[in-house]
């Protein structure tokens, strides 16, 4: 059983940043694939992005790409989403999930955290 904290939701204006971090439980952090997602308010949830256990594979959803930038610290047992040049269309809900092992492109995960706000304002 892995358990997910996230943390570092806020209210940003547009052009401005954010880092959310998700820690998780556990001894074998390094065999999981971490993900984020993301659901805004009447929407489904939606992909962000997804790294592997090593960090040496990363996938993003097209319209972060450039913008946004996952990372991860083994000895941490911690994943990171760096948020840069944040538009409105970025407030949501955002998730960190854990999967063991599997490809970063793959949509299934296991193991979801409780969500942390994102608000962008405009």
């Known amino acids: 059983q892995v358990q997910l904290v996230e943390s570092g939701g806020g209210l940003v204006q547009a052009g401005g940043s954010l880092r959310l971090s998700c820690t998780a439980s556990?001894?074998?952090?390094?065999?999981?694939?971490m993900g984020w997602f993301r659901q805004a308010p009447g929407k489904e949830r939606e992909f962000v992005s997804a790294i592997s256990g090593s960090g040496g594979s990363v996938y993003y959803v097209d319209s972060v790409k450039d913008r946004f930038t996952i990372s991860r610290d083994n000895a941490k047992n911690t994943v990171y989403l760096q948020m840069n040049s944040l538009k409105p269309e970025d407030t949501a809900v955002y998730y960190c999930?854990?999967?063991?092992?599997?490809?970063?492109?793959?949509?299934?995960?296991?193991?979801w955290g409780q969500g942390t706000q994102v608000t962008v304002s405009s």
């Open positions: 556990g001894r074998t952090f390094s065999r999981y694939t």
């Open positions: 999930a854990a999967r063991y092992f599997g490809s970063v492109k793959a949509y299934d995960y296991d193991y």
